[in-house]
């Protein structure tokens, strides 16, 4: 659902900036609660898996496709302020890099890709473990639901600003009802990778998943016939290889660079959703060329590298690369000023 510029008139793509950047800025406060030295290098990681993820069209209809926007993932694994960072800074990587998603409609895609996606997403799914048993398989089940209709609610969001700054003059009722009907499709397939994803995470290192905090019930005691809270336990320190996170990187890591650089080339290569309503709509009618068209990495391949199969791979392993590294720079300079900020508070002298 990569807009690229012409769709959308310079004034509301320009609100839509304004818009996107007052979410990033309140989102890098909000991921200073979120973020700590465990979690910081996972949320890297986690853009990292996303982008190779969004390289794997899958067929949802007759010559069409679609493929993750994770702003869901996200927010379920390292929450939701730094879960629209991770969608920014994948969206920031691809329109630079790859020429995918025009640079000055950036911010309607963060604002729909990555906004939209983590609110409704992560709202679904807390209020669904707010009715749930507090168990693993209720964390998946809210994990599918939330990415589900993040998908849909997203298609709608964009059709909204199409309805305000659209350059086009097709009906808005028709691109409502065509990319709704085609993103509820697509949202069956984000549902499904989202939910493997977070199940994985759970079977393996729980204490990871941002959303499974606090999943296990207290203990009950029955006294004089009425259910009680157990005492809590001694605290026993984890084990070493419990605490680190490194096995979990680095798989993690392997597992991204293998998707974009191997299992990307069988990726479907029909449009996605919506470049097939733009095209079939009448919608691209005033498309841009891309400003970063030359890029020597646009359109996910190595210019004069001839072999589509290397040159496809070597530019999804490149873009997992650059995302992780820029991604941890930032949660890292994220957690420092968290950690700057508890020292200066834990340090400052009371005013009589």
Known sequence: MHVPDGFIDAPVSIAAG????????ISLRGARRELDERTAPLAGLVAAFIFAVQMLNFPVAAGTSGHL???ALAAILVGP????????????MQGILFADGGLTALGVNISVMGVVT???????FRGLLK???PTRRSVTAAAFTG????????ATAFTAIYAVGGTTDVPVGKVFTAMVGVHVLIGIGEAAITAATVGAVLAVRPDLVHGAHGLAAPLKLRVAGELVDAPAPAAVPAPAAARSTRKVWATGLVTALVLAGFVSFYASASPDGLEKVAADKGIDQNVEEHAAAGSPLADYSVKDVTDARLSGGLAGAIGVGVTVVVGTGIFWAVRRRRAEDLTATSTATPVA
């Open 18 to 25: 304004v818009a996107a950047a007052g979410a990033v800025a």
């Open 69 to 71: 926007l994770g702003g």
């Open 81 to 92: 302020y730094t879960g629209v960072l991770c969608v920014s800074v994948v969206l920031l």
């Open 118 to 124: 983590v609110v409704v997403a992560y709202a679904i």
């Open 131 to 133: 009715v749930l048993p």
């Open 147 to 154: 990415a589900l209709l993040s998908v849909p609610a997203a």
